[in-house]
Nanobody, 112 residues
Framework: EVQLVESGGGLVQPGGSLRLSCAAS????????MSWVRQAPGKVLEWVSA????????TYADSVKGRFTISRENAKNTLYLQMNSLKPEDTAVYYC?????RSQGTQGTVSS
């Protein structure tokens, strides 16, 4: 059974940083591309970033490009999202995802 368990959300002021982690189990993590998606209050799910299985290629939504960095440690079965220069519009529940399977989500709130 695929399991994705997130940690690292919280409350931060505009301009601040958060780092999300996603621990994966139940599949061979190193063989799969992984993604981050988010859902802001009252809005549809938004794709944020993706990374190929070996970490060699990463892609980002225009809304986060230059501020967020996706990475992975295959030896630890863990996916990361470093979020810098956060804006209030980044407030959302963040999910890591493998194909159509998502984690439980973690709240990231950017507010002064």
């Amino acid at each position: 059974e695929v399991q994705l368990v997130e940690s690292g959300g919280g409350l931060v002021q505009p301009g601040g940083s958060l780092r999300l982690s996603c621990a994966a189990s139940g599949f061979t993590f190193s063989r799969y591309a992984m993604s981050w998606v988010r859902q802001a209050p009252g809005k549809v799910l938004e794709w944020v970033s993706a990374i190929l299985s070996d970490g060699g290629i990463t892609t980002y939504a225009d809304s986060v490009k230059g501020r967020f960095t996706i990475s992975r440690e295959n030896a630890k079965n863990t996916l990361y999202l470093q979020m810098n220069s956060l804006k209030p519009e980044d407030t959302a529940v963040y999910y890591c995802a493998k194909d159509q399977t998502r984690s439980q989500g973690t709240q990231g709130t950017v507010s002064s």
